[in-house]
């Protein structure tokens, strides 16, 4: 019976560095390239919408992929998303000073 369990942690145990090796790979790359799962040079918003599902509902994000979108051409570009990343780090502190 031992050797199920032994099997099971095993299995758990190899497919640990692989999801690990994906979270790098995103990482390395960076979150525009993560983001752009089709790999078109461009996020879209359903691209834009998945990326962001863990941080915000996809009525939230659709607005958020909007202001953007500054060339209203439906899809980020690097700089675009870019724009929207550097706001979350460091963009925060001249809004808030007033
Ligand atoms: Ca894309
Ligand atoms: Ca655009």
Known sequence: M???ILIAVTA???SLPLALNA???AKKKGPFM???TNGDGKVSQAEYVAAVKGKM???AAAA???EL???KDGSLSR????AGEGEKKGGKKKKEAN
């Open 2 to 4: 031992q050797k199920h």
């Open 12 to 14: 758990a145990l190899l």
């Open 23 to 25: 979270a790098d790979e």
């Open 34 to 36: 993560a983001a752009d």
């Open 57 to 59: 509902d996809e009525k």
């Open 64 to 66: 958020k992929f909007a």
């Open 69 to 71: 979108d500054k060339n």
């Open 79 to 82: 700089e675009e998303f870019a």
